[in-house]
C-alpha cells in the first residue's frame, strides 16, 4: 500500500514538472497558482507532521513517512515558479533584489525535508519531532524575509 502512495504521487509530480517545465509560465498568474498550490499541499502535510509532533495525534510510522516524503518532494518544486516576470502574489520584491538570500532559504528548506523524511524512515518519535520544528523555522525564516504578511 505505502509503494502505491509513492508511485501515484511520483506521477502526479512529474506530470506537474513536466507541464510546468514545458509551459514555462506563459503567464505570471500561472506561475503564481502553481507555487501557492505546491507550497499549500507542503503546508498540510507538514501540519499532519506537526500535529504528531506535539503530541495531538498518535504516532504512526507510516502516516509519519507518507506526510514527510510528501513534504520532501513538494520542498524541490516551488522555485521554478519564482522566475523574472512572476512577480505578485504573495512574495514580496525580496526575491528578486535578493535573489541570493532566497535561494539560500530554498537549499535549508530542501535540507530540512531531506532530514525530515530521513528521521521519519528511522521511526524515531524525537527525531521526528526536532526535524519538523527544523522545517518549521525554515519556512517561517523564508517567510519573514520574502512573503507578505
Given at each position: 500500500?505505502?509503494?502505491?502512495?509513492?508511485?501515484?504521487?511520483?506521477?502526479?509530480?512529474?506530470?506537474?514538472?513536466a507541464g510546468t517545465a514545458f509551459?514555462?509560465?506563459?503567464?505570471?498568474?500561472?506561475?503564481?497558482?502553481?507555487?501557492?498550490?505546491?507550497?499549500?499541499?507542503?503546508?498540510?502535510?507538514?501540519?499532519?507532521?506537526?500535529?504528531?509532533?506535539?503530541?495531538?495525534?498518535?504516532?504512526?510510522?507510516?502516516?509519519?513517512?507518507?506526510?514527510?516524503?510528501?513534504?520532501?518532494?513538494?520542498a524541490s518544486l516551488p522555485w521554478?515558479?519564482?522566475?523574472?516576470?512572476?512577480?505578485?502574489?504573495?512574495?514580496?520584491?525580496?526575491?528578486?533584489?535578493?535573489?541570493?538570500?532566497?535561494?539560500?532559504?530554498?537549499?535549508?528548506?530542501?535540507?530540512?525535508?531531506?532530514?525530515?523524511?530521513?528521521?521519519?524512515?528511522?521511526?524515531d518519535l524525537e527525531a521526528v519531532?526536532?526535524?519538523?520544528?527544523?522545517?518549521?523555522?525554515?519556512?517561517?525564516?523564508?517567510?519573514?524575509?520574502?512573503?507578505?504578511?
Amino acid at each position: 500500500m505505502k509503494n502505491k502512495y509513492k508511485i501515484a504521487l511520483v506521477a502526479i509530480v512529474t506530470s506537474a514538472i513536466a507541464g510546468t517545465a514545458f509551459a514555462q509560465f506563459a503567464r505570471p498568474d500561472a506561475a503564481i497558482k502553481y507555487r501557492k498550490a505546491v507550497f499549500t499541499v507542503m503546508g498540510t502535510h507538514n501540519a499532519r507532521l506537526g500535529a504528531v509532533a506535539k503530541g495531538e495525534v498518535p504516532f504512526n510510522k507510516d502516516e509519519v513517512i507518507r506526510n514527510a516524503y510528501i513534504v520532501n518532494t513538494m520542498a524541490s518544486l516551488p522555485w521554478q515558479a519564482f522566475g523574472s516576470g512572476t512577480e505578485g502574489g504573495d512574495a514580496l520584491p525580496a526575491i528578486w533584489s535578493e535573489a541570493s538570500k532566497f535561494k539560500s532559504a530554498q537549499e535549508k528548506l530542501i535540507a530540512a525535508t531531506a532530514s525530515l523524511s530521513s528521521a521519519a524512515n528511522s521511526g524515531d518519535l524525537e527525531a521526528v519531532k526536532k526535524a519538523t520544528a527544523n522545517v518549521g523555522a525554515a519556512c517561517k525564516n523564508c517567510h519573514d524575509d520574502f512573503k507578505k504578511k
